[in-house]
């Protein structure tokens, strides 16, 4: 049986997912290589952990929508070619479905667990606890493959009181240190550090100036968050153990603020 393959169906079925416009139009084989070629350049550039860095999420970016023009319109092109066609045996309903539902799962694997395919992660601050580095709505990024935590390391991580919670805070102390505030700075094993530049308001009440001495248990951290006194951290629950540490954050990706696009979190 021939029949035509119209354009801005392929177009339709390219949109809805990536490779069904090619197999609609009779080219099943290509669409599948470009299909998987698409993940397996994602996937490479994953393993040079390039993606948790500013421009390397930028060029994760273009890469995927690079693809998808390329693909969407490829498959026009292909259909609008491909008059008369001969419908081939995949190409009944059935073939579709089954083909969208396929590659929309691999798709969203992929993207679900991007901590360890990809190395990196994306969050969105809803609290005020961490200005003035990260502002209410910042959109910001993690690197998932960290080599090691230290202190100046802004983390995300599961909540130790409801693991399913994730908060973000600055480590101050690591395991086997004494940490202590007094007079609203902290000490390390007895030597003051300065990690940011804290203003009056962001420590003024008792507990955000003075902390008695306390010991830090091997194979955790304790964190506190840039605007302590907003801040329900490490004082108020305890220390988190490095194994519940999701990622160091990297760079802000998204905020209201223009300037801040692109910012480096330190």
């Known amino acids: 049986m021939t029949t035509r393959r119209k354009p801005i169906i392929a177009i339709l079925f390219s949109v809805i997912t990536l490779g069904v416009g090619h197999m609609y139009s009779g080219y099943l084989k290509k669409g599948l290589i470009l299909v998987i070629g698409m993940y397996i350049v994602i996937l490479l550039g994953g393993l040079t952990n390039i993606y948790p860095t500013f421009y390397g999420y930028l060029l994760l970016a273009l890469l995927i929508v ?32 089954l083909a969208i539902v396929s590659i929309s799962l691999l798709s969203n694997y992929l993207f679900s667990n991007r901590a360890s395919f990809l190395g990196y992660d994306t969050y969105r601050v809803p609290s005020l606890a961490m200005e003035p580095t ?17 202190i100046g390391d802004v983390i995300v991580f599961r909540y130790p009181l409801n693991r399913e919670d994730i908060y973000i805070k600055r480590i101050v102390g690591l395991g ?36 008695t001495k306390t010991n830090i248990p091997a194979g955790h951290v304790f964190t506190l968050g840039d ?9 108020h629950w305890g220390f988190v153990p490095e194994n519940d540490v999701l990622g160091v954050a990297t760079y802000i990706w998204y905020s209201k603020e223009f300037k801040r696009i692109g910012m480096k979190i330190k």
């Open 66 to 97: 690079s693809f998808y023009i390329y693909i969407i319109i490829d498959a026009a092109t292909l259909a609008n070619k491909n008059n008369p066609y001969e419908l081939k045996v995949y190409n009944k309903w059935y073939f579709y479905v």
């Open 134 to 150: 990260i502002k209410v709505g910042d959109f910001f990024v993690t690197n998932a493959r960290h080599e090691s935590l230290n």
């Open 176 to 211: 086997g240190d004494t940490i202590e505030i007094k007079k609203g700075k902290i000490f390390i094993n007895n030597n003051e550090i300065s990690l940011v530049d804290y203003d009056d308001e962001t420590k003024s009440t008792h507990a955000s100036i003075t902390m």
């Open 227 to 235: 605007n302590r006194t907003r801040s329900a951290d490490s004082r």
